[in-house]
């Protein structure tokens, strides 16, 4: 959930235009990473550590997540039905997709690789994150269900927040979706929140 542009499979005769898109979205998300570490200096130093959840399975991580909501993050503006892919790879880095479409979820799809990797080995639930080298993000699992079902991802200024949920927790009754997250991020103070499934 971090940042989102990779090339698209288009029509030939769409070519340039993918390729316009694709450098003026490394441009934003470039842009996006240099807000994000200063807002984690201005914001971070002066509140109290964020806790993070004790342990993560990181192969039970892995796998397709979907975001049900997040706090104002300027790159998914416009974007919905964002999901985020997880794998892990040989060299115990984890490969990252994130998608969404635009305006509709029959729109344009934005999509960006990147590769995250673990910075608290102890616990696994801090990571950092990267889209456009040489920045990085954090990325703390500060709560998650015992089965996987949904998490609360956060960082150290409170500055960014998301909820990804499991396909199954996804289809859960709108209001019921709603409850869960507004309780979540207001245990853990990261609101405001919106939501984008």
């Known amino acids: 959930y971090m940042g989102q542009i ?16 694709q450098n003026f979205s490394k441009i934003e ?32 991580y892995a796998g397709k997540w979907y975001e049900l909501g997040r706090m104002p993050f300027r790159s ?28 509709s979820p029959t729109g344009t799809e934005r999509r960006i690789e990147g590769q995250a990797w673990v910075t608290d080995p ?22 998650l269900d015992e089965n996987y079902e949904w998490a609360v991802i956060g960082e150290q200024s409170r500055t ?9 927790h996804l289809r859960a009754h709108e209001t019921g979706r709603n409850l869960v997250c507004r309780l979540l991020l207001e245990k853990k103070k990261i609101l405001p929140i919106s939501y984008t499934h």
Request: hydrophobic share 35%; net charge positive; charged share 15%.
């Open 122 to 143: 102890k616990t696994n639930a801090k990571l950092k994150v990267r889209f456009v080298w040489p920045f990085s993000g954090d990325y703390w699992i500060i709560d």
């Open 29 to 60: 998300t470039l842009g996006s990473s240099i807000r994000t570490g200063f807002s984690y200096l201005l914001g971070g130093l002066f509140k109290p550590t964020l806790e993070t959840v004790q342990n993560v399975d990181l192969s039970k």
């Open 76 to 103: 998914e503006d416009g974007l919905v039905n964002i999901s985020a892919t997880y794998s892990l790879n040989a060299d115990n880095t984890i490969k990252v997709v994130n998608s969404g479409f635009i305006g």
């Open 160 to 168: 960014f927040g998301w909820i990804p949920v499991s396909y199954t």
């Open 6 to 21: 990779q090339k698209m499979a288009e029509p030939n005769n769409n070519n340039n235009k993918n390729q316009n898109v």
